[in-house]
């Protein structure tokens, strides 16, 4: 069988039809574990089960999983057998050993549920496919059974989950609140998650107010902040926000790294704005990943404000200091403060 959709493995949990193989996977780790309880559940629901054999992947026991998949249920009409985050990268495990899990998984007893999952691992590597020491079981599952990749969501997606969340706690909120929050948590759903349900217990109404009150900038947040006041022209403002960010130690040389991205972004976004482009057509055209699209979003604002002649004149200065740094023409404190100073001259 193909990969499948989310949609499609919720239909399956649903109906209580869970057969075969499953892999479960991708960058989204809220929603691969979410999925993962659910689908399990509909096999097994009991977590001390006799049918229910759960194995972690480092230092696993192929010959036991397989054992585990050739087992009868006990008073039931399915058992399940899980693996969590089995790296075939990291654990150095033989073919001689895979081959029979690899035989097993093509032919597993009806009665059995193989359900492969990551929860801190990335099969990927980054990429959109799957790495070449994983992608043997992972083709393997995928002939046979059921593969399903949880991306990181997008803002809608995940304004949708935030807002679920604070009904769920009896709290309203605000859809900028929301996106603020998502932002602030650099994207990352269970962080957003776990800030909604502190915002939850402070108050019944979470307004933008309320994040910028409650929940901290990280770095990122306050880097976008600082080349919008670039884009603006607004020189005092930009020089408070680079002394929060050495007070906070940022590293120079990463900072003038996110700071010429940031800048980057926001002269693709000036010149789609010229020739009439759209955000659609930045993300696609530069290969910007889902989790990364609010930078777009983010870069449309700031390209607002400001005009080509500037931009040009900001990512030239930025080169030349990314060069002093590279051949230690200074200290990198030095020449990134004097390069904020020379964006405004």
């Known amino acids: 069988m193909p990969s499948v959709t989310k949609k499609d493995l919720q239909a399956v949990i649903n109906s209580g039809?869970?057969?075969?193989?499953?892999?479960?996977?991708?960058?989204?780790?809220?929603?691969?574990?979410?999925?993962?309880?659910?689908?399990?559940?509909?096999?097994?629901?009991?977590?001390?089960?006799?049918?229910?054999?759960?194995?972690?992947?480092?230092?696993?026991?192929?010959?036991?999983?397989?054992?585990?998949?050739?087992?009868?249920?006990?008073?039931?009409?399915?058992?399940?057998?899980?693996?969590?985050?089995?790296?075939?990268?990291?654990?150095?495990i033989p073919d001689s050993k895979l081959k029979?899990?690899?035989?097993?998984?093509?032919?597993?007893?009806?009665?059995?549920?193989?359900?492969f999952y990551t929860s801190t691992t990335d099969i990927t590597g980054g990429k959109k496919g799957v790495t070449e020491k994983n992608k043997k079981l992972f083709t393997a599952v995928e002939k046979s059974g059921s593969t399903v990749r949880f991306d990181i969501p997008t803002a809608n997606e995940a304004v949708k989950e935030i807002t679920a969340r604070c009904r769920e706690n009896g709290v309203n909120i605000d859809r900028r609140a929301a996106e603020q929050i998502f932002s602030r948590c650099k994207s990352d759903l269970v962080l957003s998650l776990s800030e909604a349900d502190k915002l939850s217990s402070y108050t019944d109404n979470i307004t933008p107010d309320t994040v910028a009150l409650l929940t901290p900038e990280n770095d990122d947040t306050k880097v976008y902040?600082?080349?919008?006041?670039?884009?603006?022209?607004?020189?005092?403002?930009?020089?408070?926000?680079?002394?929060?960010?050495?007070?906070?130690?940022?590293?120079?040389?990463y900072l003038l790294y996110v700071?010429?991205?940031?800048?980057?972004?926001?002269?693709?976004?000036?010149?789609?704005?010229?020739?009439?482009?759209?955000?659609?057509?930045?993300k696609n055209d530069f290969g910007y990943a889902r989790n990364m699209a609010f930078r777009v979003t983010n870069a449309f604002r700031s390209a607002r404000k400001t005009d080509l002649k500037r931009l040009h004149h900001a990512l030239d200065v930025l080169m030349k200091a990314d060069l002093d740094m590279k051949t230690g023409t200074g200290s990198p404190e030095t020449i990134l403060e004097n390069a904020?100073?020379?964006l405004f001259v």
């Not at 026991?61 to 089995?86: N, R």
């Not at 029979?100 to 359900?115: A, G, H, N, R, S």
Request: proline share 3%; net charge negative.
């Open 17 to 92: 039809t869970a057969q075969g193989a499953y892999y479960l996977y991708g960058a989204d780790n809220y929603n691969t574990a979410k999925a993962f309880r659910e689908l399990r559940r509909s096999v097994t629901d009991d977590d001390e089960s006799l049918n229910l054999h759960a194995f972690q992947g480092k230092g696993i026991d192929i010959d036991a999983v397989i054992e585990a998949c050739e087992s009868v249920p006990v008073f039931a009409e399915k058992l399940c057998v899980t693996v969590c985050d089995l790296d075939l990268e990291v654990n150095k």
């Open 100 to 115: 029979p899990l690899y035989e097993e998984i093509k032919d597993l007893p009806e009665t059995t549920v193989l359900i």
């Open 225 to 253: 902040a600082l080349t919008d006041t670039i884009a603006a022209g607004n020189m005092s403002r930009a020089v408070e926000i680079y002394n929060k960010l050495i007070e906070n130690r940022t590293d120079p040389i």
């Open 340 to 342: 904020i100073i020379k």
């Open 259 to 282: 700071i010429t991205g940031s800048m980057t972004d926001i002269y693709r976004a000036r010149l789609a704005i010229d020739f009439r482009r759209s955000e659609d057509d930045v």
